[in-house]
């Protein structure tokens, strides 16, 4: 079963940086966020909180993913998984709200989701009212804003704090490690841009899916209302279930690696063209190379060698990362 999440109160930068941050475990923030002006709204219609967001908006166009009722809220792939179970839209930010709006009483609504809405594009001004001070100065906010809806397990390239800013979300996390027990699907087709897990994560096909009893086990949960935050960190799998009408969720992504933060999924992409599907003996001999130069088991491989004479073997500075970078595209671009 999975284990609950745990709880911290009055936490500020220094606490965040100094112990949570660095223990590179999930947290919640109980009431972080009560001094909002949203969250203190947590008691109104979710008419009156469309009218409070439309007051900050210029008129700007966005996306919403939209599902048939059938799909009971999960966004995910079609049966033949050839496609996904849900169109995209576009409109105004104000239509958006209208369609939630609509049917928000509707006993089986259709499934609606404007995700990761950057904030200071879409809602000017907004954040002068909702700071938080916990992720990085400078760190952007995006908001998420749907009905009763479940986002599949996935990762992120960053580092995560997520509040909930109206609405209730159910959150199940699992560390990275449990990645072959998650049933993982396609790498290069996926409906949010990063692999998901094929499993339902909140009412698991174990007679499908006998792996994932293990990852249950491994998994921690969290049930946060209006003013929490929780963190999710680097690379851990999470699951977002809103459990009422009408959610928003505002949450900071950041990395404090300077280089681009896809980049190593890049390196697995190419690795899986370029080594998975070796024989045996020679995936072997490579996993030797990957451990000894990229994971350095062993420790630095390139001790015997004179700092100003490692190359890609040092610790490069961006510039010259940059550089190895673009001699890289043209080696794999195929140009002689």
Not at 236 to 243: G, K
Not at 252 to 281: D, K
Not at 283 to 306: C, S
Request: some cysteine; overall charge negative; proline content about 9%.
């Amino acid at each position: 079963m999975p284990t609950d999440i745990p709880q911290w109160t009055k936490v500020d930068r220094d606490l965040f940086e100094r112990e949570i941050l660095p223990a590179g475990r999930p947290a919640v923030f109980k009431g972080v966020a009560d001094h909002w002006p949203l969250v203190q709204r947590r008691a109104d219609s979710a008419a009156a909180i469309t009218e409070y967001l439309r007051t900050f908006n210029p008129g700007t166009q966005v996306e919403w993913l939209a599902g048939d009722p059938k799909i009971n809220g999960r966004f995910f792939y079609n049966d033949a998984m050839n496609g996904m179970n849900f169109r995209r839209s576009r409109g105004t930010f104000a239509d958006a709200l209208t369609l939630l709006l609509r049917h928000v009483a509707d006993p089986a609504p259709p499934a609606l989701a404007l995700q990761a809405l950057p904030v200071s594009v879409h809602l000017p001004h907004f954040d002068l009212q909702h700071r938080l001070d916990l992720p990085p100065p400078g760190t952007q906010a995006t908001m998420w804003i749907g009905n009763a809806a479940t986002v599949a397990a996935h990762f992120d390239f960053n580092d995560n704090i997520a509040c909930v800013a109206h609405g209730r979300r159910r959150c199940m996390l699992f560390p990275p490690e449990q990645l072959d027990n998650l049933y993982v699907g396609p790498l290069e087709f996926t409906p949010q841009g990063v692999p998901i897990s094929l499993v339902d994560v909140h009412n698991p096909d174990l007679a499908r899916y006998p792996r994932f009893e293990q990852a249950a086990a491994a998994a921690q949960v969290a049930d946060l209302e209006a003013g929490d935050a929780l963190f999710i960190p680097y690379m851990w799998w999470h699951s977002v279930r809103s459990l009422d009408p009408f959610n928003i969720l505002i949450n900071y992504w950041w990395n404090s690696v300077r280089r681009p933060t896809v980049a190593p999924f890049h390196s697995l992409l190419h690795g899986m063209i370029a080594i998975a599907n070796l024989p045996g003996p020679q995936r072997d001999v490579w996993k030797n190379f990957f451990d000894h130069y990229v994971f350095q088991v062993h420790g630095d491989p390139a001790v015997h060698i004179a700092d100003e004479r490692r190359g890609l073997l040092g610790s490069l500075s961006p510039e010259q990362a940059a550089q190895f970078t673009a001699v890289l595209a043209h080696l794999l671009s195929g140009t002689r």
